[in-house]
């Protein structure tokens, strides 16, 4: 019987970013790692910022926003290490759609729907679109804003539930 000469197919570097090694790592730091950022910041502000208020505003979401641009340039640094953006880029993504959010949860009606529901519609469209791209340090911030809003909603919820 005659061998047959097998020759491995050389990889593309696109072939290989569309991967599990491609995609596992942008999604934890661009997904992942805004979710659980809001996470903590919405429950650390509904469990110990808010009981200390006389009213209720600003509230998790908006409190959320509020440390994430205090925070923007740690967030910047550990969660756009290879990025030859701007910090001023990416702090103006979030204070924009940070801002964006904050009126919408200011309004009693719809907050639910647009700050929630809606936000994770786009948010999923966005987790397995964007990260196959190399994105300008703006588009990073909303990216990251939209899971802030996500997480600082769910935080807040499960730190009034729980504490």
């Known amino acids: 019987m005659a061998e047959v000469d097998v020759q491995p197919i050389p990889i ?7 991967s599990v090694a491609g995609w596992l790592p942008e999604s ?9 950022i809001g996470l903590l910041f919405g429950a650390f502000w509904e ?6 208020m006389a009213y209720s505003y600003p509230s998790p979401v908006q409190g959320a ?5 205090l925070f923007s340039p740690l967030m910047y640094k550990y969660l756009l ?3 030859n953006g ?3 880029e990416y702090a103006m993504g979030l204070g924009i759609l940070g801002f964006a959010y904050s009126l919408i949860w200011f309004t009693d009606g719809n907050a639910i729907f647009c700050g929630g529901y809606l936000s994770i519609m786009i948010w999923v469209w966005i987790n ?3 990260w196959q791209y190399e994105l300008p340090s703006f588009r990073y911030g909303i990216w990251h804003a939209i899971g802030i809003d996500i997480g600082a909603l769910g935080g807040g919820i499960l730190a009034y539930i729980y504490l």
């Open 128 to 130: 397995t679109t964007w």
């Open 12 to 18: 593309s570097s696109e072939d290989e970013w569309n």
């Open 86 to 88: 701007d910090l001023k």
């Open 81 to 83: 290490p290879n990025n």
């Open 28 to 36: 934890f730091r661009h997904a992942i790692s805004p979710l659980m």
């Open 47 to 52: 469990a110990i910022v808010l009981p200390n």
């Open 65 to 69: 926003f509020i440390l994430a641009l």
